[in-house]
């Protein structure tokens, strides 16, 4: 097959991935511990708002970095206040805090720079580029330059801490303390608390996690893939990533790969236009794009194996006694 | 009423594990234990029975920290003690072993006794400690479960030896088991008694809450027998009887004045043949219950909470299929496959006052008149308008109202939120709709629970009234003097069985206390 | 859903959206202080260019009606337990329904046939467009929240197609059908005043207002006085008591989605028959989530839901307005105020509640003693 076309492929796949993965592993955290999120689409966006704005005013990747971190987890925590503190309704804080971004964004947008809802570029040398510099395009005729060189070395860093933050996340889980008492107290509160540990201060953890992948999320949009924020650039980005979580069962590494797969269809669908699959003939690229909805409600339905999701999800702890 | 002793039934020589002396607690209107005092010997295993609300759990529920007592104060191993919360009841050595357990489905064994108490931050190190002191704990006791198992792939019986362990391993040394055979099979139980007996060797001091005599009789030193928050007797298991225990737990002088209506002649409203049902987990919640319902009798089904009583109800009124078995209702016959639902069972005339009346007998964010109309809601007379798809709500009312005036429902407004009225007018409304319907057959669950004195009387009243019109009543009733008040025929029903009938004017207390713990062999 | 704590009913409904309100207007408020804006202004221009002119009550009305259809949407699935985030795709669905319906029939079709044609047709799309989910719900167990979310997804993919692919004239890049013939338009209501000699500046409120209208009135006729309402709020209020009654919950959750499904389908004979004649992308701009903001400022109640589009209705015309006249303004500024409502309202109702609760018991108290 063609070493262009599947390098540049998978250079795209992975360059698309990455805030997915960033997102589903927050969605992740979170949902284990018991509480729903699905602000996953606001907390991107604000958080690439604040990198863009932070990182083309200060100059520096530094502070976009921390100016996203710290407005999703704000976010975050306003989530837990309403719904851990207070057993408000998970799902409408959710919405609210979308609702809340997308506007407010944009509000901002044109307050400060008043261009529009844009920020200004940031900066080529405060962007994230490729770590290595080399392999920027596939070459023709050399296998290892595009598929190895372009295909996986040559993206910038946040790309490669996606990916290894899939292996700190599951370790997290399955192998520390307070990985094994998160994954409890999604299942039974109940019993956690009478174990005598702190719930919502657990969920809080989990939301403060969630928020910094949040964080990282947005600041790839606008500090890696683009140069500046424009209005409403996330574009459901935050739902396919539920999405993905969901069709990973709540665990890292299938979710992984759940990320890798709605990455790959959106790398290819703008590819595939216009081809003629042998035997389907021409796939509209609007149902390549709804693939990953599509997949979702499948595998919800329970066509693909049962979707189990953590028992207490979605539901206050309140103490018994 | 009997005699109450206090005395204990060890050689006081020896510091008593735990010794309670003189607690009270009141809940509201409820005086949930009375003065209670004894004495726990070490390395003994201690029965605590009684009957449904005699105030076993409240008292071991202070002993372990969840309530603190208003009166009276405890000590453990001869010191005297708070106990604020169940951490400081764990930090004493005590542990209890509830009757839901709390264990995260997912989860190893390890991890479920591990969590809480991890020994590093590291899992494969904590896994580790923990895996080598439980090893040596399970050589010690004999308990064994498999560690690595997932508690969801594990049968009840290895769950409950794993609340156990995980009591033991926060160093339990009392330890308290509420009901623990509820769940278990014939042979789980017996290997459960294994488990005691060897802890007991061990020093451990065992409480078991339970009302079941033969259990009691086989395994326990002593037992401390509580009816109505107040300790009856205290003593050696050697100096006592199932008969003595049943007597001293169901201890009131019965009427026996009182003689019942002979249904025999009359027809037959419903009847039941081999119900079996099992819960999900593969306990039988009910064995072979056959029974039969005439016009005009009040049959009354006695017996501990939680030994089927529920299951029966939800059985019998088509809210739930049991797994096998027979039922014949108004002309009617069903088999599990094809049940009986509660449409149908309402069309065959038998109306049904459920035992949890906020949960399913009322919709609570209702007005009364729409709470009133329940179940018979799609009724032709409810119907009006076009094609009868609007409710008759002047009917409505005003069939409301006439059962707030019969029933003396107050305050008097159909208006009002099924929420806002009383218990005891709640379960009047919930009565009058049923009873309003003139059915052949009614089921009634814990008619008086949580219902002052007068609505009592009434309702005891109307129940008679429909019985007497002729009208086939099933009542289920954890209140023992309430069956006795009303019934013409009593069923007892142990661990999901018919222990025995008994007509009312041979009741006595020895006969039904006996059918009450008997346990089918 | 969580219930809010018991207080007494004028303070519920009353008291407490008011409350939410003013404290989501206040944060707005600040929000307009910190990028440099006067409140007093913006709120000045905005009541203005909403309710100042017959032209911008024209406006205001019709972005009402889109909001009490989808309002009404999230109200019918509320009272029967489930949360309807999926009024965005039903509605759009809804509007397909309307465009194909429309371009299939208008040219054979009088107004008098065609227009009910089409109200049928949008009620159905919307309501296919919720069955599924409702399906996957009640007999798979798929959680509906999720299923939801993804159907608004494809269903505004499923449009674009159309769009593209199919409907799109020869030769135009417009992405958007051909136009409807006249008889499948709603009648705009200048137009109807003019023929009966009133002068009404244009505006595109069209026919749909009485459409709503009439829409409340038959929800509010459904849930409290019919029987099929008694079962739903029986269902949605206490499962367990409507399974003792003998009310079956799987039928209970399609017929409250299938009903919620078809009102916000109703957007659709708004904006595609009544404002754009004919099918174009993103005409329901985000009016299902303001449904889900109207139904909860209007207490799930059919007049609540008027009163708080009527307010929805003020944000939006009066927000373009501000966009207009004020520099540094935009019309996302409306939409943020729409999260802070959903904020306060919603998720945070738990957090006043039981203040007002306190706060009454206390008055009460004082009262006991002092009388």
Same mark, same amino acid.
Request: net charge neutral.
């Given at each position: 097959?063609?070493?262009?076309?599947?390098?540049?492929?998978?250079?795209?796949?992975?360059?698309?991935?990455?805030?997915?993965?960033?997102?589903?592993?927050?969605?992740?955290?979170?949902?284990?511990?018991?509480?729903?999120?699905?602000?996953?689409?606001?907390?991107?966006?604000?958080?690439?708002?604040?990198?863009?704005?932070?990182?083309?005013?200060?100059?520096?990747?530094?502070?976009?970095?921390?100016?996203?971190?710290?407005?999703?987890?704000?976010?975050?925590?306003?989530?837990?206040?309403?719904?851990?503190?207070?057993?408000?309704?998970?799902?409408?804080?959710?919405?609210?805090?979308?609702?809340?971004?997308?506007?407010?964004?944009?509000?901002?947008?044109?307050?400060?720079?008043?261009?529009?809802?844009?920020?200004?570029?940031?900066?080529?040398?405060?962007?994230?580029?490729?770590?290595?510099?080399?392999?920027?395009?596939?070459?023709?005729?050399?296998?290892?330059?595009?598929?190895?060189?372009?295909?996986?070395?040559?993206?910038?860093?946040?790309?490669?801490?996606?990916?290894?933050?899939?292996?700190?996340?599951?370790?997290?889980?399955?192998?520390?303390?307070?990985?094994?008492?998160?994954?409890?107290?999604?299942?039974?509160?109940?019993?956690?608390?009478?174990?005598?540990?702190?719930?919502?201060?657990?969920?809080?953890?989990a939301l403060l996690m969630n928020g910094v992948l949040c964080g990282l999320a947005g600041s790839y949009l606008t500090l890696a893939q683009n140069a500046s924020f424009s209005p409403n650039m996330t574009a459901g980005r935050g739902f396919i990533a539920l999405a993905a979580m969901i069709f990973g069962k709540w665990k890292p590494v299938p979710t992984l790969l759940a990320c890798l797969l709605f990455g790959f269809l959106d790398a290819v669908a703008i590819r595939l236009q216009g081809v003629a699959i042998p035997g389907i003939g021409e796939v509209p690229v609007q149902l390549i794009q709804a693939l990953p909805y599509i997949l979702t409600v499948v595998l919800l339905a329970g066509f693909i194996g049962q979707a189990m999701a953590p028992q207490a999800l979605g539901r206050p702890y309140v103490k018994e006694r | 009423m009997s005699e109450i002793s206090s005395g204990t039934a060890v050689p006081s020589a020896v510091t008593p594990a735990v010794r309670l002396a003189g607690i009270s607690k009141r809940f509201g209107a409820v005086q949930a234990n009375r003065g209670v005092e004894f004495e726990i010997a070490p390395g003994t295993v201690h029965g605590l029975v009684g009957e449904n609300g005699a105030g076993k759990s409240t008292l071991m529920a202070i002993l372990y920290g969840y309530y603190q007592a208003d009166a009276g104060h405890i000590e453990v191993q001869g010191q005297r003690v708070q106990i604020a919360n169940s951490h400081q009841a764990i930090a004493l050595g005590i542990g209890m072993v509830h009757q839901h357990f709390m264990l995260v489905d997912t989860l190893s064994c390890l991890d479920n006794v591990m969590l809480g108490a991890e020994p590093a931050f590291f899992l494969a190190r904590a896994k580790r400690e923990v895996r080598a002191k439980l090893e040596a704990l399970m050589r010690d006791t004999g308990l064994h479960v498999h560690l690595d198992a997932l508690v969801a792939d594990l049968p009840v019986g290895e769950l409950q030896r794993l609340e156990i362990l995980k009591a033991l391993y926060r160093g339990a040394r009392i330890l308290i088991l509420d009901e623990p055979t509820a769940v278990l099979t014939p042979q789980e139980t017996q290997q459960l008694f294994e488990t005691l007996r060897r802890l007991r060797a061990l020093g451990t001091t065992i409480i078991l809450i339970t009302h079941k005599l033969k259990e009691v009789m086989a395994l326990c030193d002593a037992v401390t027998v509580m009816r109505a928050g107040q300790v009856i007797k205290t003593c050696d298991i050697r100096d006592t009887s199932p008969e003595d225990l049943a007597e001293a737990m169901v201890g009131r002088k019965v009427n026996l004045g009182r003689s019942g209506g002979a249904a025999e002649g009359r027809d037959e409203r419903l009847s039941v043949n081999g119900l079996c049902l099992k819960s999900e987990q593969g306990v039988a919640l009910l064995s072979d219950v056959s029974l039969s319902l005439r016009a005009g009798e009040i049959v009354g089904v006695a017996g501990v909470s939680g030994n089927g009583q529920s299951e029966l109800l939800e059985l019998l009124s088509g809210m739930r299929a049991p797994d096998a078995g027979r039922m014949s209702l108004g002309g009617a016959s069903f088999e599990a496959a094809r049940w009986l639902e509660p449409r149908g069972a309402r069309a065959l005339k038998l109306a049904h006052v459920p035992e949890d009346r906020h949960a399913c007998g009322m919709v609570m964010s209702f007005p009364a008149w729409e709470t009133a109309v329940l179940g018979y809601h799609d009724q032709a007379q409810y119907r009006c308008g076009p094609g009868g798809l609007t409710m008759n709500e002047g009917h409505m009312r005003a069939q409301t109202a006439e059962m707030m005036e019969r029933f003396d429902v107050r305050p008097r407004n159909a208006e009002l939120g099924s929420s806002k009225f009383s218990g005891g007018n709640q379960q009047k409304l919930v009565l009058a709709r049923e009873i309003g319907q003139a059915p052949a057959v009614l089921l009634v669950g814990q008619p008086t629970r949580g219902?002052?004195?007068?609505?009592?009387?009434?309702?005891?009243?109307?129940?008679?009234?429909?019985?007497?019109?002729?009208?086939?009543?099933?009542?289920?009733?954890?209140?023992?003097?309430?069956i006795l008040a009303l019934a013409d025929r009593v069923l007892v029903m142990n661990g999901g069985r018919i222990t025995g009938e008994l007509p009312i004017d041979q009741c006595d207390e020895k006969s039904l206390g006996l059918l009450m713990a008997a346990q089918a062999d | 859903m969580s219930q809010p704590v018991q207080l007494p009913r004028w303070m519920d409904i009353g008291l407490l959206p008011l409350w939410n309100l003013a404290v989501a207007l206040a944060v707005a408020g600040l929000v307009v202080l910190?990028?440099?804006?006067?409140?007093?202004?913006?709120?000045?221009?905005?009541?203005?260019?909403?309710?100042?002119?017959?032209?911008?009550?024209?406006?205001?009305?019709?972005?009402?009606?889109?909001?009490?259809?989808?309002?009404?949407?999230?109200?019918?699935?509320?009272?029967?337990?489930?949360?309807?985030?999926?009024?965005?795709?039903?509605?759009?669905?809804?509007?397909? +329904?309307?465009? $194909?319906?429309?371009?299939? !029939?208008?040219?054979? *079709?009088?107004?008098? /046939?065609?227009?009910? %044609?089409? #109200?049928?047709?949008?009620?159905?799309f919307g309501m296919a467009w919720a069955a599924i989910p409702a399906y996957l719900q009640a007999w798979r167990g798929s959680h509906i929240v999720i299923t939801t979310i993804m159907f608004n997804?494809?269903?505004?993919?499923?449009?674009?197609?159309?769009?593209?692919?199919?409907?799109?004239?020869?030769?135009?890049?417009?992405?958007?059908?051909?136009?409807?013939?006249?008889?499948?338009?709603?009648?705009?209501?200048?137009?109807?005043?003019?023929?009966? +000699?009133?002068? $009404?500046?244009?505006?595109? !409120?069209?026919?749909? *207002?009485?459409?709503? /209208?009439?829409?409340? %009135?038959? #929800?509010?006729?459904?849930?409290?006085?019919?029987?099929?309402?008694?079962?739903?709020?029986?269902?949605?209020?206490?499962?367990?008591?409507?399974?003792?009654?003998?009310?079956?919950?799987?039928?209970?959750?399609?017929?409250?989605?299938?009903?919620?499904?078809?009102?916000?389908?109703?957007?659709?004979?708004?904006?595609?028959?009544?404002?754009?004649?004919?099918?174009?992308?993103?005409?329901?701009?985000?009016?299902?989530?303001?449904?889900?903001?109207?139904?909860?400022?209007?207490?799930?109640?059919?007049?609540?839901?008027?009163?708080?589009?009527?307010?929805?209705?003020v944000l939006y015309q009066g927000g373009v307005e501000v966009s207009f006249e004020i520099p540094g303004f935009s019309r996302e500024m409306v939409v943020t105020v729409q999260g802070l409502i959903v904020l306060f309202a919603g998720a945070m109702a738990m957090v006043s509640a039981p203040l007002f609760g306190r706060l009454y018991l206390l008055f009460k108290s004082k009262e006991a003693a002092h009388g």
């Open positions: 097959m063609d070493e262009l076309l599947i390098g540049s492929v998978l250079a795209s796949t992975l360059r698309v991935t990455t805030p997915l993965l960033l997102c589903a592993l927050a969605g992740l955290l979170s949902e284990r511990s018991g509480v729903i999120d699905i602000g996953l689409e606001g907390k991107m966006l604000f958080a690439a708002f604040a990198a863009a704005a932070a990182a083309s005013v200060g100059h520096s990747t530094a502070l976009g970095l921390a100016a996203a971190i710290g407005v999703a987890c704000a976010l975050s925590l306003l989530h837990g206040f309403a719904c851990v503190s207070h057993k408000g309704d998970q799902v409408i804080t959710g919405v609210a805090l979308n609702m809340v971004a997308a506007g407010l964004t944009v509000v901002l947008g044109i307050a400060w720079f008043a261009q529009g809802g844009q920020t200004p570029p940031v900066g080529p040398e405060v962007r994230l580029t490729s770590l290595s510099g080399a392999y920027a395009e596939p070459v023709a005729g050399n296998w290892f330059a595009s598929v190895i060189g372009h295909g996986l070395l040559s993206h910038n860093a946040l790309v490669y801490l996606a990916f290894f933050l899939v292996a700190a996340v599951w370790f997290f889980l399955e192998h520390t303390k307070p990985g094994l008492r998160l994954r409890a107290v999604g299942e039974n509160p109940a019993m956690v608390d009478a174990a005598g540990v702190s719930v919502p201060r657990l969920r809080y953890a | 219902v002052d004195i007068g609505a009592i009387e009434f309702i005891h009243g109307q129940l008679r009234a429909l019985r007497d019109a002729g009208c086939a009543v099933l009542l289920v009733s954890s209140e023992l003097d309430e | 910190v990028i440099g804006q006067s409140p007093a202004q913006a709120l000045t221009v905005l009541l203005n260019g909403a309710l100042g002119s017959t032209r911008g009550l024209g406006y205001t009305l019709y972005y009402a009606t889109t909001f009490i259809f989808t309002g009404l949407a999230v109200a019918v699935a509320f009272h029967g337990g489930l949360f309807n985030i999926g009024g965005e795709g039903q509605a759009t669905v809804g509007g397909i +329904g309307v465009g $194909l319906t429309a371009l299939w !029939l208008s040219p054979h *079709l009088p107004a008098p /046939l065609m227009l009910p %044609v089409l #109200v049928l047709a949008a009620a159905l997804f494809l269903a505004s993919s499923l449009n674009v197609y159309l769009l593209v692919n199919l409907l799109r004239p020869k030769g135009s890049m417009a992405v958007e059908s051909s136009m409807f013939a006249d008889s499948a338009r709603m009648p705009a209501l200048h137009e109807l005043a003019a023929r009966l +000699g009133f002068e $009404l500046p244009s505006s595109p !409120l069209n026919l749909s *207002l009485v459409l709503a /209208l009439a829409a409340c %009135v038959f #929800v509010w006729w459904f849930l409290w006085k019919s029987r099929a309402g008694y079962a739903l709020r029986a269902v949605g209020s206490a499962p367990k008591a409507a399974h003792y009654a003998g009310i079956r919950p799987r039928m209970q959750v399609l017929v409250a989605m299938g009903l919620s499904g078809a009102l916000a389908g109703m957007v659709g004979i708004n904006e595609i028959s009544g404002v754009q004649g004919k099918l174009t992308l993103d005409f329901v701009a985000g009016a299902g989530f303001t449904g889900i903001a109207v139904s909860l400022m209007g207490r799930n109640h059919p007049v609540g839901i008027v009163l708080a589009s009527l307010l929805f209705g």
